[in-house]
């Protein structure tokens, strides 16, 4: 007994250490999986509706609703800037149930972690206890159908009974609710820690209209919340103005007990009001005002989890001002630069899948995208070019110690161990051979980038070439006569997932790549094999990804819009098809038999994807020749690949699609940067610049960042602006060298 508690003290300092380390290490970097045990509610992300509930009624009852979902209030709180209003009228015979959900952003971990759920009520007017209305919650999405198994929904309790009396006016008041105490209804146990769905519905029939405002949904435990840890004001506040936004930065503690920052701001010079709050680990936050030539103060407090808050800060203040279009390029840059600057993954510096995630997984492909990023930052003075070096030698050190198989790595890595994380389920623990060509397109840019005399620059030069040296693309063949690469190999498991290789898609990067491999090189001939295949496999393959037999031979030749496309499936397949393999590989530069360039046929397939969305035939909200790009993207219907088709335009548009494209459609680029910026910024602008995406139909508006997406604008937007990485990327002589066997069996391809 006394060696177990002695186990847990250690266990406890080593925490609160781990934590207080955090907080002093700069940049931070943390991706909030803690946080998002205990909260399923604090604010909306979309702020017209709750994207996450639900919100239904049978007349004569009423609740108010927008498309079946509840209001957002944004007048009364607890966390700025928003909260969820909840009105109804209950009569006889009728009913009606309010549903928040938990928000299951991808690897959120699926678990809470408290006995007791805690949210807080707010009326306009006093509610008598027996009008309030009543709750149960669930475990799972419930509708009439046969509930996810296990799932489970308790029995209905009135609300009054964890209130206690009348609800009085104007004061939010405080719901407790003992979760272990509430007994199933269904035919399976209710399971607290798995809570989805907090359930309001219709109580006493009284026939009036009520209001409850409802914010600060939260699993956790007494002592937790009574803690009433001692908070320190954030320190340092800084504050920046750009053309309709303001940045703030801070530095501060995060003691146990510290659950949030609350920040305010003052238009007028002397009236603070709380707009919103910050996570933890993220000591940064984008204020958007919405209007050029605004002056601002701003102070930051902490808070805990039942939000009372610390001191405020110093006061700070900022002005916007009108940008001009290269500084709002810049602008943009920078902002999607911080996805991998300061929320990179503390021991590996590589890059997160996404943000809000899961703080332990980092991401192949998006990491090799930061790389080309971190060059943009140290080239645009966002960081200087020591920072950048360290922060290369930092990815290489993990790159080294991490798992290699054949000297490919895994799609998804730990952070702390680099051990293959297998995302993907039990065949996926192996080699990724797309994921490492992303990488590898990355380091290659850096290898070239650091080039001077330095001894630090050289070294990396060097272990940076004995990592690409080591690839064996040739292992990635299932035969030493294989026709194609094959994107995965597992010790375990060999080519069971026997996934080719075929274009047109997100995967020429990695023939080009096998090509130029001075060590394990494939023949140039597998570009025609393999990339630009016949085969009937190939024909199947394509004509499965777009839907249609347009493109399934590889070439195309239909002219889609006015537009003619030479190479590609469908009507040229979502927009990364023409961001990936060209963050480095220079587009100009590749011709091959059937198009005599990829810059040309890039810019055409961004060119079809406009057109598709300026005649927008799905009528979908939002769409114009401003609101545009149709990729892929986690959108309402999870991980999807938006295309111009009828078949895969969801109504979608994810913002890096016009915004990567910005070398091959400069000024329809410009257009919608601009109005995803200056017209719908209020939602469509955070802390790592244009959220990933949006859909104005549904009112839907995405609250996170994905690592795939944020640095294809930093880079093309570089490339569009300098060249940069394109010219950095091309310097390496092993790119020349795979375009001139390029070149070789684009000859001998034409005599057959
Ligand atoms: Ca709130």
Same mark, same amino acid.
Request: charged fraction near 20%; hydrophobic fraction near 40%; include cysteine.
């Given at each position: !007994?006394? *060696?177990?508690?002695?186990?847990?003290?250690?266990?406890?300092?080593?925490?609160?250490?781990?934590?207080?380390?955090?907080?002093?290490?700069?940049?931070?970097?943390?991706a909030?999986?803690? #946080?998002?045990?205990?909260?399923?509610?604090?604010?909306?992300?979309?702020?017209?509706?709750?994207?996450?509930?639900?919100?239904?009624?049978?007349? %004569?009852?009423?609740?108010?609703?927008?498309?079946?979902?509840?209001?957002?209030?944004?007048?009364?709180?607890?966390?700025? %800037?928003?909260?969820?209003?909840?009105?109804?009228?209950?009569? %006889?015979?009728?009913?009606?149930?309010?549903?928040?959900?938990?928000?299951?952003?991808p690897n959120?971990?699926?678990?809470?972690?408290?006995?007791?759920?805690?949210? $807080?009520?707010? @009326?306009?007017?006093?509610?008598?206890?027996?009008?309030?209305?009543?709750?149960? *919650?669930?475990?799972?999405?419930?509708?009439?159908?046969?509930?996810?198994?296990?799932?489970?929904?308790?029995?209905?309790?009135?609300?009054?009974?964890?209130?206690?009396?009348?609800?009085?006016?104007?004061?939010?008041?405080?719901?407790?609710?003992?979760?272990?105490?509430?007994?199933?209804?269904?035919?399976?146990?209710?399971?607290?820690?798995?809570?989805?769905?907090?359930?309001? !519905?219709?109580? &006493?029939?009284?026939?009036? +209209?009520?209001?409850?405002?409802?914010?600060?949904?939260?699993?956790?435990?007494?002592?937790?919340?009574?803690?009433?840890?001692? /908070?320190?004001?954030?320190?340092?506040?800084?504050?920046?103005?750009?053309? +309709?936004?303001?940045?703030?930065? $801070?530095?501060?503690?995060?003691?146990?007990?510290?659950?949030?920052?609350?920040?305010?701001?003052?238009?007028?010079?002397?009236?603070?009001?709380?707009?919103?709050?910050?996570?933890?680990?993220?000591?940064?936050?984008?204020?958007?005002?919405?209007?050029?030539?605004?002056?601002?103060?701003?102070?930051?407090?902490?808070?805990?989890?039942?939000? &009372?808050?610390?001191?405020?800060?110093?006061?700070? @203040?900022?002005?916007?001002?009108?940008?001009?279009?290269?500084?709002?390029?810049?602008?943009?840059?920078?902002?999607?630069?911080?996805?991998y600057?300061?929320?990179a993954a503390p021991n590996s510096g590589m890059a997160f899948e996404n943000?809000?995630g899961d703080d332990r997984i980092v991401a192949m492909g998006a990491s090799g995208f930061g790389v080309m990023a971190v060059?943009?930052?140290?080239?645009?003075?966002?960081?200087?070019?020591?920072?950048?070096?360290?922060r290369l030698e930092k990815i290489v050190s993990f790159l080294e110690k991490a798992p290699k198989y054949h000297g490919a790595w895994s799609h998804y890595m730990n952070d702390a161990t680099g051990e293959t994380m297998p995302l993907f389920g039990m065949l996926d623990n192996g080699g990724d051979i797309i994921e490492t060509s992303f990488m590898i397109q990355g380091l290659l840019t850096a290898r070239q980038?650091?080039?001077?005399?330095?001894? &630090?620059?050289?070294?990396l030069h060097q272990r940076i070439s004995k990592l690409w040296e080591g690839v064996e693309w040739n292992w990635y063949r299932d035969k030493p006569d294989s026709a194609f690469l094959y994107w995965h190999w597992s010790p375990q498991w060999s080519y069971q997932i026997h996934h080719p290789l075929i274009g047109f898609n997100e995967s020429l990067i990695a023939y080009l790549l096998a090509i130029g491999s001075p060590t394990h090189s494939v023949p140039a001939s597998m570009y025609y094999s393999g990339w630009a295949s016949?085969s009937?496999r190939a *024909?199947?393959y394509r004509?499965g990804w777009?839907?249609?037999?347009?493109?399934?031979?590889?070439?195309?030749?239909?002219?889609?819009?006015?537009?003619?496309?030479?190479?590609?499936?469908?009507?040229?397949?979502p927009?990364f098809f023409?961001h990936y393999s060209f963050l480095g590989f220079?587009?100009?530069?590749?011709?091959?038999? =059937?198009?005599?360039?990829?810059?040309?046929?890039?810019?055409?397939?961004?060119?079809?994807?406009?057109?598709?969305?300026?005649?927008?035939?799905?009528? =979908?909200?939002?769409?114009?020749?401003?609101?545009?790009?149709?990729?892929a993207?986690f959108?309402?219907?999870?991980y999807?690949t938006?295309?111009?088709?009828?078949?895969?335009?969801?109504?979608?548009?994810?913002?890096?699609?016009?915004?990567?494209?910005?070398?091959?459609?400069?000024?329809?680029? !410009?257009?919608?940067?601009?109005? #995803?910026?200056?017209?719908?910024?209020?939602?469509?602008?955070?802390? #790592?610049? %244009?959220?990933?995406? =949006?859909?104005?139909? /549904?009112?839907?508006?995405?609250?996170?960042?994905m690592g795939l997406n944020q640095a294809p604008?930093?880079v093309?937007?570089?490339?569009?602006?300098?060249?940069?990485?394109?010219?950095?990327f091309?310097?390496n002589?092993e790119a020349?060298a795979a375009?001139?066997k390029l070149?070789?069996?684009?000859?001998?391809?034409?005599?057959?």
């Amino acid at each position: !007994m006394h *060696l177990r508690y002695h186990m847990m003290r250690i266990a406890r300092r080593r925490a609160a250490w781990a934590i207080l380390a955090a907080a002093f290490a700069a940049p931070v970097a943390f991706a909030q999986t803690a #946080y998002y045990r205990h909260v399923v509610f604090d604010n909306s992300a979309q702020l017209k509706l709750y994207w996450h509930s639900g919100a239904v009624s049978t007349m %004569p009852s009423m609740l108010e609703n927008i498309d079946y979902r509840l209001p957002v209030e944004s007048k009364i709180f607890r966390t700025p %800037p928003n909260a969820l209003r909840v009105a109804w009228e209950s009569k %006889p015979n009728g009913s009606w149930d309010a549903e928040i959900h938990v928000a299951n952003f991808p690897n959120r971990y699926p678990e809470l972690s408290g006995r007791q759920l805690y949210f $807080w009520i707010y @009326s306009p007017e006093p509610i008598a206890a027996a009008d309030l209305p009543n709750l149960m *919650l669930s475990d799972a999405r419930d509708s009439l159908q046969v509930a996810t198994f296990p799932g489970s929904f308790t029995e209905t309790v009135a609300l009054a009974k964890y209130i206690g009396a009348d609800l009085p006016a104007n004061r939010w008041t405080q719901v407790r609710i003992p979760m272990l105490e509430l007994k199933s209804a269904s035919v399976y146990s209710f399971h607290p820690e798995r809570l989805q769905n907090v359930i309001l !519905m219709q109580g &006493r029939a009284d026939g009036k +209209r009520h209001v409850l405002i409802v914010d600060d949904v939260r699993v956790d435990d007494d002592a937790q919340l009574a803690a009433a840890p001692v /908070l320190a004001a954030p320190e340092n506040v800084e504050a920046k103005g750009y053309d +309709r936004h303001v940045v703030l930065t $801070w530095q501060a503690q995060e003691p146990e007990g510290f659950d949030h920052f609350v920040i305010y701001r003052a238009l007028d010079g002397e009236t603070f009001e709380p707009i919103g709050i910050q996570l933890p680990g993220t000591h940064r936050y984008s204020d958007f005002i919405g209007r050029a030539n605004a002056k601002a103060k701003y102070k930051i407090a902490s808070a805990d989890a039942a939000n &009372r808050v610390s001191a405020p800060s110093a006061v700070v @203040s900022a002005a916007t001002r009108e940008m001009n279009d290269d500084e709002l390029l810049t602008m943009l840059q920078e902002a999607a630069f911080h996805y991998y600057w300061e929320a990179a993954a503390p021991n590996s510096g590589m890059a997160f899948e996404n943000l809000p995630g899961d703080d332990r997984i980092v991401a192949m492909g998006a990491s090799g995208f930061g790389v080309m990023a971190v060059l943009v930052g140290v080239e645009r003075h966002f960081i200087t070019r020591d920072q950048g070096r360290e922060r290369l030698e930092k990815i290489v050190s993990f790159l080294e110690k991490a798992p290699k198989y054949h000297g490919a790595w895994s799609h998804y890595m730990n952070d702390a161990t680099g051990e293959t994380m297998p995302l993907f389920g039990m065949l996926d623990n192996g080699g990724d051979i797309i994921e490492t060509s992303f990488m590898i397109q990355g380091l290659l840019t850096a290898r070239q980038y650091f080039n001077g005399t330095d001894a &630090r620059e050289q070294a990396l030069h060097q272990r940076i070439s004995k990592l690409w040296e080591g690839v064996e693309w040739n292992w990635y063949r299932d035969k030493p006569d294989s026709a194609f690469l094959y994107w995965h190999w597992s010790p375990q498991w060999s080519y069971q997932i026997h996934h080719p290789l075929i274009g047109f898609n997100e995967s020429l990067i990695a023939y080009l790549l096998a090509i130029g491999s001075p060590t394990h090189s494939v023949p140039a001939s597998m570009y025609y094999s393999g990339w630009a295949s016949q085969s009937a496999r190939a *024909l199947e393959y394509r004509a499965g990804w777009s839907g249609s037999p347009d493109g399934n031979h590889y070439k195309n030749e239909k002219t889609y819009y006015d537009i003619k496309l030479d190479v590609g499936v469908g009507s040229g397949g979502p927009l990364f098809f023409t961001h990936y393999s060209f963050l480095g590989f220079d587009p100009h530069l590749i011709q091959d038999k =059937y198009t005599n360039s990829y810059f040309d046929n890039n810019r055409n397939i961004a060119l079809i994807n406009r057109a598709w969305c300026m005649d927008n035939p799905k009528h =979908y909200q939002g769409y114009g020749a401003d609101a545009w790009g149709l990729t892929a993207s986690f959108g309402p219907n999870g991980y999807t690949t938006p295309a111009p088709d009828k078949a895969n335009d969801e109504g979608t548009i994810t913002l890096t699609g016009a915004l990567a494209s910005f070398p091959y459609t400069p000024e329809a680029s !410009m257009a919608a940067f601009k109005h #995803y910026y200056r017209d719908l910024g209020a939602e469509l602008w955070g802390i #790592y610049g %244009p959220r990933d995406n =949006y859909n104005p139909t /549904l009112h839907w508006v995405s609250s996170h960042y994905m690592g795939l997406n944020q640095a294809p604008i930093v880079v093309m937007v570089e490339n569009y602006r300098s060249g940069l990485l394109w010219k950095t990327f091309m310097s390496n002589p092993e790119a020349t060298a795979a375009l001139k066997k390029l070149d070789e069996a684009t000859r001998a391809e034409s005599q057959k």
